[in-house]
């Protein structure tokens, strides 16, 4: 997901929320089961590498996005609404999906759903709270 500088702060906003602040944090979690779920070894080094890069990538994405909201209190509101839909049609499209190979590291279509349910619960919502958002997510 490239970062382009061109564009409003609005969209910059809404980029770095759904790609990176959503994104980012899925990814982190869902390499980090996998690689608990993995029985070859290589892939769970190549699986606790990738978790790790995300979870770094998503680390500095929410820094990212609360030196935004500083700047501008104005941009809440659109990572507010960036998130809340990034969040419903991500929770949608999570339904379909291959059935897993969990000993090589494939979650399947229902195992991915609740992690990523349980992972915006646990961790996009806190944070997304934290610097301002109201969201009423079912």
């Known amino acids: 997901s490239d970062m382009t500088l061109s564009g409003s702060p609005a969209e910059a906003v809404t980029h770095l929320v759904q790609e990176a602040c959503l994104g980012e944090t899925l990814g982190g979690a869902e390499a980090r089961a996998m690689a608990e779920d993995a029985t070859d070894p290589i892939v769970r080094e190549v699986c606790r590498k990738i978790a790790d890069e995300e979870s770094r990538h998503a680390v500095l994405a929410w820094r990212a996005l609360k030196w935004f909201l500083d700047q501008d209190a104005a941009l809440v509101g659109v990572a507010q609404v ?30 991915r759903r609740a992690l990523h349910q349980a992972t915006i619960e646990a961790v996009v919502l806190p944070c997304a709270v934290n610097l301002g958002m109201r969201l009423d997510l079912a």
């Open 82 to 111: 960036a998130l809340s839909e990034a969040v419903t049609t991500h929770l949608a499209t999570s339904e379909s999906g291959h059935d897993g190979i969990p000993g090589h590291g494939l979650l399947g279509a229902p195992e």
